[in-house]
């Protein structure tokens, strides 16, 4: 199989599969969404332990926690992606696929607004257009909601942030987050003792199917990864770019035609315009992206 084709079966599979998380973490009820998320960690450590020994990244792993800089940063990493792994479960176990599915949409866009505020990026005028249209949707499903969308916000903003710190980080992904579980999984594994010790816990009080089912959260986490890590190296990042918005997809129609998620006009409304200011923003990447390739091939340079 080519190349290319490998890479757009793997990006197409991490996606999906995130796409369809919100259908899997009701299926671990009547935990609630801390002990799910302490299960998630612990058992992505596990996940990841066998993957760093698989891929014989032990003194890759060893090095990342001796160098204070990168641990720190990874350190502030686990907990900006703890805050969106409990966010995301807590939102989709509550009946808020739809506003999680929002968080994912408008990611992209709080990604840009990072870059500007905290590397000091500069924006085309389509992208503030994009931006502008986004603050704008924001602001009338606040009004919908009669609140701040705060689930879709928390994810879009966590999930910036950790994609701001690894780049900062610049390390290895399977390395990479074997540090971050390995930092909070005391915290998770100590929680969950603690819930057991009390008799609140229920993975071992549920039928044997729901322990199975709470083990897998690790391989729920870890498989998606890998995948956008083949991904990753096998299209291009306008590939990329454009499959990023399945999995957000995926979660609005779930939401909204099985799970029965209410969507007024007012909230369609919000919606379309966010889907709006994503389209000007993909435009502007591609035709950037189109205008730096035919610079480049002008100037006799490979293009990546």
């Not at 996940?47 to 698989?54: E, P, R």
């Not at 950790?162 to 930092?183: F, I, P, S």
């Not at 209410?262 to 315009?273: C, D, E, H, Q, S």
Request: net charge positive.
């Amino acid at each position: 199989m080519a190349r290319g084709r490998q890479g757009f079966l793997a990006g197409i599979a991490a996606y999906g599969m995130w796409g369809a998380f919100p259908l899997y973490w009701p299926l671990l009820e009547p935990a609630g969404a801390v002990e799910l998320l302490a299960h998630r960690i612990a058992w992505t450590a596990v996940v990841m332990v066998v993957l760093v020994v698989a891929f014989r990244l032990r003194s890759a792993f060893v090095a990342l926690l001796r160098e204070p800089r990168t641990r720190w940063l990874l350190v502030l990493a686990s907990a900006v992606i703890s805050v969106n792994w409990g966010t995301f479960i807590w939102g989709v176990n509550n009946e808020h696929v739809v506003e999680t599915s929002l968080g994912y949409f408008i990611n992209p866009l709080v990604t840009v607004l990072a870059g500007v505020v905290v590397l000091g990026e500069r924006l085309r005028p389509l992208q503030w257009t994009a931006m502008g249209l986004a603050a704008l949707a924001v602001a009338g499903l606040t009004w919908d909601y009669g609140r701040p969308p705060w689930v879709a916000l928390t994810l879009a903003f966590s999930f910036a942030a950790y994609g701001l710190v690894r780049k900062k980080a610049d390390v290895g992904a399977v390395e990479g987050l074997a540090v971050e579980t390995a930092v909070v999984t005391p915290v998770a594994v100590g929680y969950l003792v603690w819930l057991q010790l009390a008799g609140q816990s229920h993975a071992f009080e549920d039928p044997p199917w729901h322990f199975l089912l709470l083990a897998t959260s690790g391989a729920v986490t870890a498989l998606p990864l890998i995948c956008f890590g083949a991904a990753a190296t096998r299209v291009s990042l306008t590939a990329l770019g454009l499959m990023q918005y399945l999995a957000p997809t995926l979660q609005f129609v779930l939401g909204v035609a099985l799970l029965g998620e209410p969507m007024p006009t007012a909230r369609l409304v919000g919606f379309t315009i966010i889907w709006a200011s994503l389209m000007l923003f993909t435009v502007d990447s591609m035709r950037e992206r189109q205008r730096l390739r035919l610079q480049r091939l002008a100037l006799g340079s490979p293009t990546p």
